[in-house]
């Protein structure tokens, strides 16, 4: 089976620092280009970053530029978030994503998710 | 940046209901646009890609049309597992952004 399990969520206070984590299975990993997309309670999608198969390729959203680094390791098929420096604001529940070429660029296999939540 | 807006952003329906969703985006996109229905609690679940594509698994009472800046969501017939909360998102360029999100609710 197809999947994506997310893990390292939890509650941090602010300026404080986690590491997201997702276990890819099912597939083969390195082949595939990796988002991380945020939803905060109760509002809307919000892709945070992206990462090329080889992991020499990486993007950010500019709300997260300079604090978050995305990184994978294809030999553990995983991906990884660092967060640092964590606001209020960072408050939400963090998915994987896998990216499909073939598909439009679509995000076609989701993680369940994991929340972190930034208060003091 | 581009800006992806859906309209509208709720709708009471009845089972059976022809409901339509449309989403505009900012700039030209081509046909990098993409539907995804989220249930509370679970992750969001391709439904369209490439703007008309069907995901495999997804009935065919979903279907996805437009090109440009102008797209919609069709659900010919509206099913209770449809009522959901229903987002397109551009897969033109980076930052890959989504719409606000269409709540479908039971009338």
């Known amino acids: 089976e197809v999947q994506l399990v997310e893990s390292g969520g939890g509650l941090v206070q602010p300026g404080g620092s986690l590491r997201l984590s997702c276990a890819a299975s099912?597939?083969?990993?390195?082949?595939?280009?990796m988002n991380w997309v945020r939803q905060a309670p109760g509002k809307g999608l919000e892709w945070v970053s992206y990462?090329?198969?080889?992991?020499?390729?990486?993007y950010y959203a500019d709300s997260v530029k300079g604090r978050f680094t995305i990184s994978r390791d294809n030999a553990k098929n995983s991906l990884y978030l660092q967060i640092d420096s964590l606001r209020a604001e960072d408050t939400a529940v963090y998915y994987c994503?896998?990216?499909?070429?073939?598909?439009?660029?679509?995000?076609?296999?989701w993680g369940q998710g994991t929340m972190v939540t930034v208060s003091s | 940046d581009i800006q992806m807006t859906q309209s509208p952003s709720s709708l009471s329906a009845s089972v059976g209901d022809r409901v339509t969703i449309t989403c505009r985006a900012s700039?030209?996109?081509?046909?990098?646009l993409n539907w995804y229905q989220q249930k509370p609690g679970k992750a969001p679940k391709l439904l369209i890609y490439?703007?008309?594509s069907l995901q495999s698994g997804v009935p065919s009472r979903f279907s996805g049309s437009g090109s440009g800046t102008d797209f919609t969501l069709t659900i010919s017939s509206l099913q209770p597992e449809d009522f959901a909360t229903y987002y397109c998102?551009?897969?033109?360029?980076?930052?890959?952004?989504f719409g606000q999100g269409t709540k479908v609710e039971i009338k």
């Open positions: 994503a896998r990216k499909v070429a073939a598909k439009g660029d679509a995000f076609d296999i």
């Open positions: 099912g597939f083969s990993f390195s082949n595939y280009e």
């Open positions: 990462i090329s198969g080889s992991g020499s390729t990486k």
């Open positions: 700039q030209y996109i081509s046909t990098y």
């Open positions: 490439a703007a008309s």
């Open positions: 998102q551009q897969s033109y360029t980076i930052p890959r952004t």
